[in-house]
């Protein structure tokens, strides 16, 4: 009677079990099945991805204008009317990035570069970041991004002329580095420049002017570029470093200059720093809802008459 008692226990536990792992079972493949009905469902941001745009405005005299409002902005995306959602004159904290031209033909140069580069160190922010990249056939960050002036002129004295010219990677690794600067807070935005003085054409780098531009176009940066023309400026090379130097500086918002003698640099740096300092910041959510990388093209225009407004001229939207 005993054995029979426990032979009907052991069936019922047994029974038990299957019936336990064929629920587990028919549980496990029901979430399998789900999974490519949970992946097909449309995914929600939590955030609204804004256009970002640093404007620069000058009148006929080309003096910087500070004193316009909101209304006084109109931006267009594929020539439709966007709605701004931000606006500042504040400046805004930079991150910026200061290359300079290291290679042999800068040796009677250098020390000039080295002052006017200093200089424009020094009238930048306690809330700016910047760091130093110097070039001839290779590219060395001499400084990474800090806000210590001091830390940054000591980079700029370390510059030691030698070398070919490797532009395009110099601005190539700049625009990268430039990239991993990443905000603290929501409220922090900031803005990205880059300013690259050079005094010839790119004879040595590896990275091609079509990838250095795309980089530039897909990226949030103001490129300002310098050239020192000196006197001979009529040869084939520094017509095509020429192109691409205004280029990158057109497609981004920035600006280029050309000097003709390297005493001329100081006052080039102020330039750039009085524009940086003068921008206005501007910012809308595209009324674009097409997710398919899209190269589109801004346009600022403003309601003030005889005034000029400069920025970007696009980006690219996201894509799948």
């Excluded at 955030?47 to 000058?58: E, F, G, H, Y």
């Amino acid at each position: 009677m005993k054995r029979t008692v426990l032979a009907a226990a052991a069936r019922r536990l047994k029974h038990a079990l299957y019936a336990r792992r064929a629920h587990a079972l028919a549980c496990a493949l029901a979430f399998l099945a789900a999974i490519p009905v949970l992946a097909q469902r449309p995914q929600f941001r939590t955030t609204v991805d804004i256009v970002s745009l640093n404007v620069t405005v000058v009148n006929g005299s080309s003096q910087y204008v500070t004193d316009l409002e909101q209304e006084d902005f109109s931006v267009f995306e594929d020539g439709v009317k966007q709605e701004l959602i931000f606006f500042t004159r504040r400046p805004q904290p930079i991150a910026l990035s200061l290359l300079l031209d290291s290679s042999a033909s800068m040796e009677n140069n250098m020390q000039t570069l080295q002052v006017a580069a200093t200089n424009f160190v020094k009238r930048l922010k306690p809330t700016d970041l910047a760091q130093v990249i110097d070039f001839d056939s290779r590219v060395s960050i001499r400084q990474g991004f800090t806000g210590d002036q001091a830390a940054l002129e000591a980079a700029i004295q370390q510059t030691i002329s030698g070398g070919s010219t490797s532009l395009h990677n110099a601005i190539y690794v700049s625009l990268k580095e430039l990239a991993k600067v990443k905000v603290q807070a929501d409220e922090d935005v900031r803005r990205q420049a880059l300013i690259v003085f050079s005094d010839g054409e790119d004879t040595s780098s590896l990275v091609s002017f079509e990838e250095v531009l795309d980089l530039a176009k897909r990226s949030e940066t103001s490129i300002y570029t310098i050239a020192l023309r000196g006197n001979d400026n009529t040869t084939r090379g520094f017509r095509e470093a020429e192109f691409i130097l205004r280029q990158l500086a057109q497609e981004t918002g920035g600006r280029s200059f050309f000097p003709q003698k390297v005493d001329d640099l100081n006052g080039v740096y102020g330039q750039i720093a009085d524009e940086l300092a003068s921008q206005y910041t501007v910012g809308y959510s595209s009324k674009n809802p097409r997710v398919d990388g899209a190269f589109r093209r801004i346009v600022v225009q403003l309601a003030r008459p005889n005034v000029t407004a400069r920025t970007k001229r696009g980006y690219f939207a996201p894509g799948r």
